[in-house]
């Protein structure tokens, strides 16, 4: 079946570059058609939509965060990855990663991660 | 970037009532949006998309429709379990972005 899990620190200092992994399983990244996203949730807020990678490598950012954000994937670990740099106690989230189809819907979530940004 | 806006921000509905909500995109997104549906502490799940198709899984008692900028989910007898937050994403094109949310909680 599909899964997908998120990893990474649980806290981080202000200024600091958050790296966050999702392994997924159950399908592969080289699948056509198929991609990996991620999406935050600010404490008692609405859903917040950060990134996307496809199987073919197109990615593409959020507008507000594109200058801090960078995805990437290594297929043969079956791992995507989201770097935020310059993080600020706003950031502090639970990050989500989700599987993408072509026609952009996220069919498959992972259970979350909650980051706090403080010092 | 697309703005997706909902309404109402919560509704109280008891078990058994249609509970309809609203998504409104600020311009014209042919049939490309989604639901989701959430519960307190647990990740979104896929309830439609594509305006109207019903993710695998999903009861139907959940539909979907509209088109455009203007879009309902309707839930047509609501169960205990469907007592949560709903989002609407647009999924036309990047960035995607979500609506703030509707909480539909016990009356």
């Known amino acids: 079946q599909v899964t997908l899990k998120e990893s990474g620190p649980v806290l981080v200092k202000p200024t600091e570059t958050l790296t966050l992994t999702c392994t997924v399983s159950?399908?592969?990244?080289?699948?056509?058609?198929?991609?990996v996203n991620w999406i935050r949730q600010p404490p008692g807020k609405a859903l917040e939509w950060l990134a996307h990678?496809?199987?073919?490598?197109?990615?593409s950012y959020s507008t507000s965060l594109k200058s801090r954000l960078t995805i990437s994937k290594d297929n043969s670990k079956s791992q995507v990855v989201l770097s935020m740099t310059n993080v600020d106690p706003v950031d502090t989230a639970t990050y989500y990663c989700?599987?993408?189809?072509?026609?952009?819907?996220?069919?498959?979530w992972g259970q979350g991660t909650l980051v706090t940004v403080s010092s | 970037d697309i703005q997706m806006t909902q309404s109402p921000s919560s509704v109280s509905a008891s078990v058994g009532d249609r509970v309809t909500i609203t998504c409104r995109a600020s311009?014209?997104?042919?049939?490309?949006l989604a639901w989701y549906q959430q519960k307190p502490g647990k990740a979104p799940n896929l309830l439609i998309y594509?305006?109207?198709s019903l993710q695998s899984g999903v009861p139907s008692r959940f539909s979907g429709s509209g088109s455009g900028t203007d879009f309902t989910l309707t839930i047509s007898s609501l169960q205990p379990e469907d007592f949560a937050t709903y989002y609407c994403?647009?999924?036309?094109?990047?960035?995607?972005?979500f609506g703030p949310g509707t909480k539909v909680d016990i009356k």
């Open positions: 989700a599987r993408i189809r072509g026609d952009y819907r996220s069919d498959f």
């Open positions: 159950g399908f592969s990244l080289r699948d056509s058609g198929l991609g």
């Open positions: 990678i496809f199987s073919n490598g197109e990615k």
């Open positions: 311009e014209g997104i042919s049939r490309w």
């Open positions: 594509a305006a109207s």
């Open positions: 994403q647009q999924t036309n094109s990047f960035p995607l972005t």
